[in-house]
């Protein structure tokens, strides 16, 4: 007997999430110095609080349950000082990457197993469809940043921590996916009813909708407070340099390595754009936001991290024979090459063999482009 047969997939995904959740919950009960204090609050929800806070580290001490920004903490954010307390910063640490990473591979199964049950068909549009939900969720990520400006600001912001955890990664990823999911329940009714001829119609306007809400939002603040404020040439700047790249990228591809657009067509060149904006983005808030009196963004990524250290080292600083070129180009390049080596293993006979793993994987792909990507962008361009 082929035990495969007798378990049913979505059981099985549904008893590993329970399993996993109610051995994480009893750890962190039964062992929570170094469970919770030590790992999940260090790595996971302390840099969100940290995030919402616009603090540069929060300091939380196991003894009387008590959080505090590093301002007012003793020895401030550094870890060594302390004896029994947990510091986190916001951002990411590798920590926190692998555990994301994890959980991200994880609900794509469920997320697999979720779609079997639907009729996609066709499901390059329902790719197309979803990228307004992409481009919504790095809008609403900015959201929270203009909350931690308006706090600088000395203001009370609409929605104050620990609400605005929902907004702030990774949680914010789950947000998003709720809001796509509904979407797409909706638009499913909607084409089984006979109200619209197809559900992507519909799923892309409702995406667009709540994208233009977003952003609508921000817009509304740069016109009303002034700790937001629109620099609309960033916009054009990072658009314009991802698309046209992106674009240069698609068509050299097409030409000289057919095999890496045959089989995904225009969702590959999607792909590359998603990342485009993402390395675009970065390069402008490392390096040149000082054209706007922006300030210094830093990176907040591990890999960001180090490959502008490395960057820097390697150069001698930030210029070129005497010319100032910042230090994180480097960024930008990976950006397009990695994009381009994934897309080569999407060939005709996977996507023809495993057309809806294939598919989602690829709005995988260009979600963690994307909407980080997005985000930037429309941190800087409004200076928060």
Known sequence: MDLSDDVDPVRAWVAAFLTGLLGLVAAALLFTRQVYHGSLW???????????????????????????????????????????????????????TLGY???LVFMLVGVYLLLQRFDLTPLSEF??????????????????????????????????????????????????????????LASKWLANNGVTDTYYYPLAGIGTAVLAGAFGYLLYLSMVTDYVTLHASILVLVIGIATVTAAFTYVALDRYWPIVTAGTGLMGLVV?????????????????THIWNLGDYTAKH?????????????????????????????????????????????????????????????????????????????RIAFGI
């Open 127 to 184: 790719f197309f469809a979803l990228v307004p939900f992409m481009l919504f969720g790095g809008a609403l990520r900015t959201v929270e940043d203009a909350f931690v400006a308006a706090q600088r600001a000395g203001e009370t912001p609409a929605v104050e921590f620990p609400a605005s955890a929902v907004l702030i990664s990774p949680f914010i990823y789950f947000t998003v996916f709720a809001i796509a999911l509904l979407a797409f």
């Open 101 to 103: 990473i994890l959980v």
């Open 302 to 378: 591990p890999f960001n991290r180090f490959l502008i250290d490395t960057t820097n080292s390697l150069q001698g600083g930030t210029e070129i024979a005497g010319v100032y070129v910042g230090d994180g180009w480097p960024f930008f390049v990976v950006k397009i090459i990695v994009p381009v080596l994934i897309l080569s293993v999407f060939d005709e006979q996977f996507l023809e063999e495993s057309p809806r793993f294939a598919v989602m994987l690829l709005g995988a792909i260009v979600a963690v482009g994307l909407g980080p990507g997005t985000r930037d962008m429309i």
């Open 42 to 96: 260090r790595y996971f929800w302390g840099p969100v609080h940290a995030d919402a806070e616009g603090a540069d580290c929060m300091v939380r001490f196991p003894d009387t349950g008590q959080t505090v920004p590093g301002a007012e903490a003793e020895f401030g954010c550094t870890r060594s000082a302390y004896e029994a307390a947990a510091v986190a910063e916001p951002g990411y640490t590798v920590v926190s």
């Open 272 to 288: 590359i754009w998603g990342h485009a904006i993402d390395g675009a983005a970065n390069v402008i808030a490392n390096d040149w």
